[in-house]
């Protein structure tokens, strides 16, 4: 067995000894994104630096901590806080977690994250459904030896967000009166902020939203064979008249104030799971 393989076995079978029960779905809560873990009835938290060969999670706005409890009704596996790549994690880190998930059953992931916007018309605590992704930007996770346990050499992209769970979310929002946006999340390293080039950049490449996440986490679940759904809140814009400047609290603030429609949705998505 790969070394790789050996350290999900001893992570996952850690995390099995400390529950009793285990989940299908799987939740990664992005930056000021983690009060949904609230609404989680808790079987069991887990801090991250309690799991074996788990990276642990530095930036403000992330709690660190694995839960297994129910959301809707339905047994989830949330993830309150991520890895970024600006952190420094390597990408095989960033993608670690989602792994882990797989081992422990999840088949149906869903991502949330903080996102610039991007295309022309967005505003400040719009939520975007990400129905695709530029990846070019970052490091793909799956570079070197490739893992034949987990998925095959060369995945297919052609639909790393589910279209079924896409039109699911737009059934839901619609029946709550809740507008969404739709469009392409380009990935980036961060940690600045993109400058008005870069923004125009993304904008000319057909990026909709920009942000530091995500994508390395949904190829590594498409590559394992998950069902990928994911959302932006968007806490800025990239593209302005204006000469505003933007800054991480800013953008936590935004994420807290589209925190309890973006609960919403994801427990309704859970229960109509
Ligand atoms: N750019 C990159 N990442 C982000 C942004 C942004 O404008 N907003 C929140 N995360």
Request: glycine share 10%; proline share 4%; net charge negative.
């Amino acid at each position: 067995m790969s070394a790789l393989m050996q350290q999900l076995n001893e992570t996952a079978a850690y995390i099995r000894s400390q529950v009793s029960g285990s989940a299908a779905i799987g939740i990664i809560l992005g930056s000021g994104l983690g009060n949904l873990s609230k609404e989680i009835i808790t079987e069991k938290e887990i801090p991250y630096q309690d799991i074996p060969h788990f990276p642990v999670s530095t930036v403000e706005g992330h709690k660190g901590k694995l839960i297994l409890g129910s959301l809707g009704g339905k047994p989830v596996w949330v993830m309150a806080g991520r890895f970024h790549y600006y952190e420094g994690y390597t990408p095989a880190q960033v993608a670690y977690p989602v792994r882990v998930m797989h081992m422990l059953g999840v088949q149906t992931l869903l991502l949330s994250n903080a996102a610039g916007g991007v295309k022309t018309g967005m505003k400040v605590g719009d939520l975007m459904i990400i129905n695709d992704h530029i990846s070019f930007f970052t490091e793909n996770p799956l570079l070197g030896r490739n893992e034949e346990a987990l998925g095959t050499r060369f995945p297919d992209m052609s639909e790393p967000y589910s279209r079924d769970l896409i039109n699911r979310m737009k059934q839901i929002a619609a029946t709550h009166n809740i507008p969404l946006q739709e469009g392409v999340y380009t990935g980036v390293t961060g940690p600045t902020f993109e400058t008005r080039a870069e923004y125009r950049l993304i904008h000319a490449l057909g990026g909709d939203a920009v942000g530091m996440s995500t994508v390395q986490e949904t190829i590594a679940a498409v590559h394992c064979g998950m069902k990928v759904f994911a959302m932006s809140v968007i806490t800025d814009i990239g593209i302005r008249e204006e000469e505003n400047t933007i800054t991480h609290e800013e953008v936590l603030q935004a994420a807290r104030d589209a925190e309890p429609k973006l609960t919403l949705l994801f427990r309704e998505m859970v229960q109509s799971l």
